[in-house]
């Protein structure tokens, strides 16, 4: 699937497109959501607006945006690189009855560090063995 970020640092909730793409027969197994970048992440956690502000500002802290990287001397972008340090490409996570076997609280959160852009994110889903 496709997904558009608006900004540098953006975080977009994508389990309502994760949720869609696990088949209709697929009932029992493992679902693994995988961005295929070097400057996203994909992540499980909470959806909520003041979490959401606040994982940016960490992003934002940990590794300032301007700071005379030396990969910034090719494409002025060392700051996204070194942030998905931080995140995973990638999470798995149970699916039972057909659907995602997420906690209350959880969502699937496409992390972007090099925005706007459009992210490639593939989803796979495994039967139970």
């Keep these: ?22 088949p209709d027969e697929f009932e ?26 606040d994982i940016e500002t960490y992003l934002q802290e940990l590794v300032p945006e301007w700071d005379d990287y030396q990969h910034d001397a090719i494409d002025d972008n060392a700051d996204s690189h070194l942030r998905t340090l931080l995140l995973d490409e990638s999470v798995s996570m149970p699916v039972v009855g057909g659907d995602l076997d997420l906690g209350t609280w ?4 496409l992390i972007e560090c090099d925005g706007p852009r459009t992210r490639s994110v593939t989803v796979t889903c495994t039967p139970a063995q």
Excluded: K, W, Y
Aim: proline share 2%.
């Design 28 to 53: 029992t197994g493992l679902c693994t959501v995988f961005v295929q970048h070097t400057t996203a992440g994909v992540v499980v956690n909470e959806a909520e607006q003041g979490l959401l502000t």
């Design 1 to 22: 699937m496709q997904v558009e970020t608006t900004d540098r640092l953006d975080i977009v909730d994508i389990t309502p497109e994760v949720r869609d793409a696990v």
């Design 106 to 109: 959880q969502s699937v959160l």
